[in-house]
């Protein structure tokens, strides 16, 4: 069975300082995997994506995440991060192939950016 | 404006009872998708549905059931036999995989209270 695990529940940073929340997964085949946030009060939303290509993929906000196929690792990274980034953050492996649309998610990481 | 949309927003009902939360998108997307969310444990996946009249179970089906009689609509049933069914369900579409990275589109979510 897949599964996806995020290392940190919750992050604390102050304005400006980088972030870097690990992502890890499980699967034998093909994935496409996804970065989501939910910011307070809003609907869940895409961050940024990989399905093919260039592992080093860049999302809105100035969000980037490297794809490392040989670790199985999707860490997502902003070299400053802003107060109004809080949110949580949510990693998400979604297969291709004979398990196509049987998305597993990861527990998600709380961030709070102190201004 | 394209989306997707759930109700109610709230829900209560009663131990014992059925209970249909609806979920309808205007994406013109081929699949949907049933999601529970508890506080620390992500969304897990509860069914999910690539063609009108299919669907298959996700991670934790067990007292839940759906249909797929349209395109555009995915209303899925909390039956007395889910144990604990109080929780925050979100309702997510896509396209079909392997179309670029078939990332989830989702509604605002449907918080049922069971008393």
């Known amino acids: 069975a897949q599964s996806v695990s995020q290392h940190n529940h919750h992050v604390i940073l102050s304005e400006a300082a980088s972030l870097e929340l690990g992502c890890n997964y499980s699967y034998g085949g093909t994935v496409n995997l996804f970065w989501y946030v939910q910011y307070p009060g809003q609907h869940l939303q895409l961050l940024l994506k990989y399905f093919s290509g260039d592992p080093l993929v860049k999302g809105i906000k100035g969000f980037e995440a490297e794809f490392i196929k040989s670790k199985f690792s999707f860490n997502l990274r902003k070299p400053s991060v802003q107060w109004s980034d809080t949110a949580e953050y949510f990693c998400?492996?979604?297969?291709?192939?004979?398990?196509?649309?049987?998305?597993?998610f990861g527990d998600g990481t709380t961030l709070t950016v102190k201004p | 404006d394209g989306g997707i949309t759930q109700s109610p927003k709230y829900l209560f009902r009663k131990e014992g009872q059925n209970v249909t939360l609806s979920c309808e998108q205007n994406l013109n997307h081929d699949a949907m998708y049933w999601y529970r969310q508890d506080p620390g444990q992500g969304l897990r996946l509860i069914y999910y549905s690539q063609i009108v009249n299919d669907f298959q179970k996700g991670d934790i089906a067990e007292g839940y059931s759906v249909s797929r009689e349209k395109k555009e609509s995915f209303p899925l049933t909390v039956t007395s036999a889910q144990k604990n069914p109080t929780a925050f369900y979100l309702c997510?579409?896509?396209?079909?995989?392997?179309?670029?990275?078939?990332?989830?589109?989702f509604g605002p979510g449907t918080r049922l209270t069971v008393l």
């Open positions: 997510a579409s896509s396209t079909l995989p392997g179309t670029g990275g078939y990332e989830q589109f």
């Open positions: 998400a492996v979604n297969p291709l192939g004979t398990n196509a649309g049987k998305s597993t």
